[in-house]
């Protein structure tokens, strides 16, 4: 029952993503994203808005492709998850809550992923990150 009540309480923040079936979605840290995805094991992606993006800037490495567009009609995740659909997905947004819904949305369609969490603990942590003024494009 504890445990049950930490990981509801773990995903309400944003750190843990809960499947329907009550598996939590694996989180890391953004340092050991940035390893992941430099030795080639990963794809990082940024869940945000893209008023955000332009706002704040992007992690470097990252595809940008919107919580909107996953949840919606997929014009920019299709191609994108056909493409990556063996490689580990670490999401992050802006404070890692959007990050974690999308984490569970694709992994219980069989996806690997994982909650990098946030932009912020991103550029906190000295991470390389890049202006984006970019628009998806479908």
Same mark, same amino acid.
């Given at each position: 029952?504890k !445990?049950?009540?930490? !990981?509801?309480?773990?995903s309400?923040?944003g750190l843990?993503g809960?499947? @329907?079936?009550?598996?939590p ?5 953004p340092a050991?994203?940035a ?17 955000e993006?332009?706002?704040?800037g992007v992690a470097a490495?990252?595809q940008l492709?919107? =919580?909107?567009d996953?949840?919606?009609?997929? +014009?920019l995740w +299709?191609?994108?998850?056909? +493409?990556?659909r063996?490689? &580990?997905? =670490?999401?992050y947004? @802006?404070?890692?809550? @959007?990050s974690?819904?999308?984490?569970t949305?694709?992994? &219980?369609?069989?996806?690997r992923?994982v ?6 603990a ?9 202006k984006?003024?970019e628009a998806?494009?479908?």
């Open positions: 029952m !445990i049950s009540l930490l !990981i509801v309480a773990l309400w923040l843990v809960c499947a @329907r079936g009550g598996a979605v694996a989180t890391c840290t050991e994203a390893q992941r995805v430099a030795a080639g094991q990963a794809v990082l992606v940024d869940v945000r808005e893209p008023a993006w332009a706002e704040t490495p990252a492709l919107p =919580l909107s996953l949840t919606g009609e997929r +014009k +299709k191609a994108f998850l056909e +493409k990556n063996e490689r &580990e997905l =670490l999401l947004c @802006r404070s890692g809550n @959007r974690g819904r999308a984490a949305l694709l992994a &219980e369609e069989g996806f992923t909650n990098a969490g946030s932009f912020r991103w550029s906190a942590a000295g991470l390389p990150t890049r984006s003024t998806p494009k479908p």
